[in-house]
């Protein structure tokens, strides 16, 4: 079955420091997306990345960088000196099947970073 | 480019009682979800709608249904509401076809559902 865990529930850390929330899933496909959003405290869940499951290389977007690693399955993700507006729930999560829209999450990690 | 609107915002019910939510999804976009945020937690998939017709369900029950029209701006009912369904419900919209777009849901800022 497909699942997806968070197992840190909530970080604080200060402003500038670099920050990694862990992903790890299960799943029976082969071939496979994943995610990642960010919640604020407005409620919306606001799309960070969508990475194939073919693809390993590691992803960069300005402050934001993903650690996709197969073998362990895992899908982490690292935010680079951290600003206040970082704060909010990040949820990692999969389609329930390969071909679903039908997305599975984690429980989300709580980041909250303090001035 | 109108993001997926949601409304309202809040609802107070009381058990027993019937709601309908709204959602407007994304222009361009065809298909529309229903997840169920509880505290603390991630959401949970309800249902999706394409072409006006139910394509998935989650495990819930029967009490809950849902309607798109042909704007595909979807509704979510929830009849003989129970305690436990106070939740935040979010609506994701996405495009069927294109393979750039697909796989990827864009949310609401979500209904928030307090049943007394």
């Known amino acids: 079955a497909q699942k997806v865990t968070q197992a840190q529930t909530e970080i604080s850390v200060v402003e500038k420091e670099d920050v990694t929330l862990d992903c790890v899933y299960e799943?029976?496909?082969?071939?496979?997306?994943l995610f990642w959003y960010k919640q604020p405290p407005s409620g919306e869940l606001v799309f960070l990345i969508r990475?194939?499951?073919?693809?390993?290389q590691n992803e960069i977007s300005g402050r934001y960088s993903w650690n996709f690693q197969k073998s362990t399955s895992s899908f982490n993700f690292t935010i680079t000196a951290s600003q206040v507006v970082d704060s909010a729930v990040y949820f990692c999560?999969?389609?329930?099947?390969?071909?679903?829209?039908?997305?599975?999450f984690g429980k989300g990690t709580k980041l909250t970073v303090n001035p | 480019d109108a993001g997926v609107t949601q409304s309202p915002t809040h609802l107070i019910k009381t058990r027993g009682q019937q709601v309908t939510l709204r959602c407007s999804p994304k222009?361009?976009?065809?298909?529309v979800s229903w997840y169920q945020q509880a505290l603390g937690q991630g959401p949970q998939f309800i249902f999706q709608?394409?072409?006006?017709?139910?394509?998935q369900r989650g495990n819930f029950p029967d009490r809950f249904s849902g309607h798109q029209f042909p704007n595909y701006s979807s509704e979510l009912n929830v009849n003989a509401l129970l305690l436990g369904d106070s939740a935040l419900y979010l609506c994701?919209?996405?495009?069927?076809?294109?393979?750039?777009?697909?796989?990827?849901?864009?949310f609401g800022a979500g209904t928030r559902l307090s049943v007394l």
């Open positions: 990475r194939n499951s073919f693809d390993e």
């Open positions: 994701a919209s996405s495009l069927a076809r294109g393979p750039q777009k697909k796989n990827i849901q864009y």
């Open positions: 999560a999969l389609p329930l099947s390969g071909g679903s829209e039908k997305l599975v």
């Open positions: 799943t029976r496909d082969t071939t496979y997306y």
């Open positions: 709608y394409y072409e006006e017709e139910e394509r």
């Open positions: 222009s361009g976009h065809d298909t």
